[in-house]
């Protein structure tokens, strides 16, 4: 994926063959959870990751860059304003360098595939929504959980 930035922890941890577990950045974005919740899910998320044994890597589109992982720059950013970013829309992202893009499930799953991440976690996956006979709604992040090698 052009443009990947992988943070130190994580890059290290992939190369040593540590658990990595990649998560979606828009639960913790102004929305998802209303601030302050937003901040402590992350927190909270962050250390459950890390006392289970594995890294962290949240992932979002920042300035027209992919992260997997973040700093602590990057977490505050995450927590302000963002811009919703599914899988179709990673290209327009970076692209036109989005200041924020938090990661939809759909989009987290693409870019932990290409970073060589194997597991992601998340609170919640679309689905089919009632009435799809008429609308066609159905959520993007089934189709990704279908094509990207990741467990979710």
Known sequence: MPNMTISAPVSEALERGRPVVALESTIFSNLGLPSPANEEALTRTLAAVRDSGAEPAVTAIMDGKVHVGLDGDGYGRILGEATKTAERDIA????????????????SLAIAAKAGITVFATGGIGGVHHGVTDSGDVSADLAAIARHPVLT
């Open 92 to 107: 327009a992202a970076v692209t036109q360098r989005w200041p924020v893009g938090a990661t939809t499930v759909s989009a």
